[in-house]
């Protein structure tokens, strides 16, 4: 396997349903460059970890379009509106992260996610049980798509009775991510796009308007009011902030859940465990998370000084693939790395990075994926899958089945 091919071979879709060996020859060389203006790919957990906590690395969407940015990551084209967080540096991304999160958690919203466990079970067995008389579903389209979008819905604020309007404006936003619909993408679809982003942004700011009048026990009301000595939002923040809780944190979830049950299918005895015991389902998804991460590789991220790497010097204005999926197998740091084990001692993955961009969304997309997997577990009698591998989206850095059909002998 040649070498110069290695950044090709892991965009190629010929190696979406297992792209795990070609991670292993790129660990072989860690730090590895394969053409003038191209990116610098790390594969090494250690040398990973290090680099998503060096202030010398940017995520700046500005500094990125100056290295020549690949266009490979679309987790955020919103449309007019502000970079959120995501594609800052500090000092502002500090104060972005830390309003926001001030709504979303601790300190000012400590148990947030957690009152919701209960409204998440219900809307996981109302899910469940519209399989009815089936004994054929699709996970993707059926089970792990709804579940997420309906969750951010309760989470913002956005009444019940608008929720399949919303779901109407995800879609082709969500589709749109993927970096195979580039330029080739039909004019259809790209007006779709820009048709469902412009409506989405306009409801949003109707919402925010109506929050600002009349806050309510919901993060949006919170995102609108600020808290702390940061100040507040402002209104187009509020709305780039709630953009990306939605996109960026739904395909994740999306692939979280769907990659989930796709592993426990090929492991039965640990899926037979699961059905006995669901608090099982926090360390198969921490291990989910190391084994079959939805988020593979962050491939937007610029060197905004020199830096050396295992005695490879990365040039100013370079463009870095953080392959976290490569270093989350890395026999360096995790025994046995190509088994899954979720009685694993210590699973200090990558599936949520590091450092200050560590996913803001994870004590959420936990927290679906444990009651996700665990219900599944408990009610699916004799679940088997219909393909192996299934059908993949096309997408190399959001890695997941677009469907996975599952057949079974009944519900419990």
């Not at 709504?103 to 996610?113: D, E, S, V, W, Y």
């Not at 054929?136 to 969750?151: I, K, N, R, S």
């Not at 190391?290 to 990365?314: H, K, M, S």
């Not at 219900?375 to 890695?399: S, W």
């Amino acid at each position: 396997m040649p070498h110069a091919s290695i950044a090709r071979q892991i965009t190629d879709y010929a190696n979406r349903a297992n792209p795990y060996p070609v991670y292993e020859e790129l660990r072989r060389t860690p730090v590895l460059h394969e053409e003038e203006g191209g990116p610098y790919l790390i594969s090494s957990y250690y040398d990973i970890k290090a680099l998503l906590h060096d202030p010398r690395i940017s995520s700046d969407a500005a500094n990125l379009a100056a290295a020549g940015g690949d266009g490979l990551d679309r987790t955020e084209e919103t449309g007019g509106l502000p970079p959120s967080f995501l594609r800052l540096d500090p000092p502002e991304h500090d104060r972005l992260r830390r309003i926001a999160n001030s709504a979303f958690g601790p300190p000012h919203r400590p148990r947030r996610i957690e009152n919701m466990r209960g409204e998440m079970r219900q809307i996981v067995t109302e899910l469940i049980d519209g399989f009815g008389d089936a004994r054929q579903v699709d996970l993707v389209d059926q089970f792990a798509y709804p579940f997420p979008v309906t969750v951010i819905c309760r989470l913002l604020g956005v009444p019940r009775e608008d929720e399949p309007r919303f779901r109407t404006w995800v879609d082709p936003l969500v589709a749109s991510l993927d970096p195979a619909a580039g330029p080739d993408e039909d004019a259809d679809a790209r007006k779709a796009t820009r048709e469902a982003r412009m409506q989405l942004g306009m409801y949003l700011a109707g919402l925010v308007e109506e929050r600002a009048k009349e806050p309510r026990d919901d993060l949006l009301s919170d995102l609108v009011a600020g808290r702390g000595p940061d100040g507040s939002l402002s209104m187009m923040e509020v709305l780039s902030t709630s953009v990306l809780l939605l996109i960026a944190g739904h395909e994740t979830t999306v692939n979280l859940i769907t990659n989930g049950m796709l592993t426990l299918l090929r492991h039965p005895e640990i899926l037979g465990r699961l059905r006995e015991d669901p608090g099982l389902s926090v360390n198969i998804v921490e291990e989910l998370l190391r084994y079959e991460p939805p988020v593979q590789l962050v491939p937007q991220r610029t060197c905004i000084a020199d830096i050396e790497v295992r005695g490879v010097t990365i040039p100013k204005g370079s463009r870095i693939w953080l392959v976290l999926a490569a270093g989350n197998r890395d026999p360096e740091r995790f025994k046995d790395p190509e088994r899954f084990d979720p009685d694993r001692g210590d699973i200090q993955h990558l599936g949520f990075g590091s450092g200050i961009h560590s996913c803001f969304g994870a004590p959420l997309a936990r927290l679906e994926a444990q009651i996700a997997l665990s219900e599944l577990a408990r009610r699916l009698e004799g679940p088997r899958l219909v393909e192996d591998p299934p059908p993949y989206r096309r997408n190399a850095v959001l890695r997941g089945p677009r469907h996975l059909g599952v057949t079974f002998d009944g519900l419990r």
